[in-house]
């Protein structure tokens, strides 16, 4: 099944089109899982716990899993998000040339452990280093189109000779590259003006809408600009897995986990209202 058909009836079945981002910053970890053997992975389960019925995905980003136990927390995590039936974007950002990239792109296959659904990848270096990812016809290729940074502009809104706009050119690009309907878009929900105008450039590609929550972007243009005939996600990181940290403070430690589930659920009903 291709990856945006899961998703369309992912999103269908939980009612969400939340994106639970996993980033276990170990500096933020709580006291409850810092002893166990793969505090990540624990750390991820509880999450997962506690926001699978309100979650469409979820969004581990490698940077947080980039070492040994790094790889085995991410491995058992993708195994349990696929157990509760969820989806599972790998935020990984891959592109390099041709070898390399067909090496990156063997993460998405299961030979060692289960695999993510989907990726995202850096346009940066041309179609070519994408084509390991593309060919892979069933998983979902999130390209960077207009990033949620406050820098996302120093490239991506430079002005090409043609008049175009950086972003655009990618967005142009990414849409060439979808013959197999595969392909989705990352574009930030700080940037609505780029969101509207992106969406119109590209009325049927999917996109993953970062930058709600913790970096304050617009939820209601996330919605309404990110979805395509329903598909798409919005995602939010810290604002849902780090939502406990108060009550881990007040020395309330159970209620770290409720708190993300209750920021899941709270995030959900908030999208809904635009869809
Ligand atoms: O443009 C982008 C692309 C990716 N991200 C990633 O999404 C999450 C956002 O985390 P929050 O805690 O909700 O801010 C994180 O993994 C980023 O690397 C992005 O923010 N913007």
Redesign the pocket.
Known sequence: MQFFDRLHDRIAAADSVVSV?L?PDPDRLPESVRDADLPRWQFNRRIIDATHEHAACY?P?AAFYEDPDGWRALRETIAYAHGKDVPVLL?AKRGDIGNTARQYATILDDEHGPAADAI?VNPYLGRDSLEPFLQREEKGVFV?GR???PG?ADLQDLELASGEKLYERVVHLADLWNDDGNVGL?V?ATAPEELEEIRELVPDIPFLV??V???GGDSEAAVEYGLADGVGLV?????IIFAGEDAADRGAPEKFFEAAGRSAKQLKAQLNQFR
Do not use: E, F, I, M
């Open positions: 981002g980033d969004k980003n935020d995202t960077l990033t949620s940074n996302g990352v930030g970062p930058g929550g913790a970096q995602n939010s990181s810290r604002g």
